[in-house]
Every structure is written in structure tokens, then in C-alpha cells.
């Protein structure tokens, strides 16, 4: 059974500062590359940052030099760290393995006030 809590989200002002945690399920947690994902209202989800199994990590332009990921194996959890953060980054953020598998979390909601 597949396994994607996310957790971390809150609201805040610009220039804040948010960790973001998701606990997996083992099997894929140990196997895939896990992602960061997020949807702004009346958007599209995008990909945020992704991390592989080893050490190699991708970041969107949009979070570059403000966001690292970063994983615990003995937690089975993938973190989010997000720096100065701006409006623009208000959404629901989600974790999944990437590509994504057909089964998503509940996200946990940020919310960057001006």
C-alpha cells in the first residue's frame, strides 16, 4: 500500500522560512526518486525539486538558491526547506516519486502573504 503524508505547510509572510515533511511508504521510498510537487489555485501542478535515491537533486527555476530537498532514509521522509519565501509560492504542496505514481497525499497547504 502506497503511503505519501505530507505535513509542514502554514502560512506566513514574505521572506518566511517552512519545512515541509513527507513520510513514504518504504518500498518506494527506497527505490525512486521522490519529488516535491505543488498547485497554485487554477493551476496546473507543477514540480518543484526532485531527489534521487543518491545524492543528485533538481530544482524549477522558480525555487532556485530558496529551496533545498533532502531525504532521511531510516524516516522514510523527503523534506522540503524553503528560504525567503515570496506570494508566488502559495499552494498545496504535495510529495511524490518522480514520475509520480497514481496515488497523491492530501498536501499541506502553504499560504506567502505580501
Known amino acids: 500500500q502506497v503511503q505519501l503524508v505530507e505535513s509542514g505547510g502554514g502560512s506566513l509572510q514574505a521572506g518566511g522560512s517552512l519545512i515541509l515533511s513527507c513520510v513514504a511508504s518504504?518500498?518506494?521510498?527506497?527505490?525512486?526518486?521522490m519529488g516535491w510537487y505543488r498547485q497554485a489555485p487554477g493551476k496546473q501542478r507543477e514540480l518543484v525539486a526532485t531527489?534521487?535515491?543518491?545524492?543528485?537533486?533538481y530544482y524549477d527555476d522558480s525555487v532556485k538558491g530558496r529551496f533545498t530537498i533532502s531525504r532521511d532514509r531510516d524516516r522514510h521522509t523527503v523534506y522540503l526547506h524553503m528560504n525567503d519565501l515570496k506570494p508566488e509560492d502559495t499552494a498545496v504542496y504535495y510529495c511524490?516519486?518522480?514520475?509520480?505514481?497514481?496515488?497523491w497525499g492530501r498536501g499541506t497547504q502553504v499560504t506567502v502573504s505580501a
Open positions: 511524490n516519486t518522480n514520475p509520480p505514481v497514481d496515488f
Open positions: 518504504d518500498r518506494i521510498f527506497r527505490l525512486r526518486t
Open positions: 531527489h534521487t535515491t543518491g545524492t543528485s537533486t
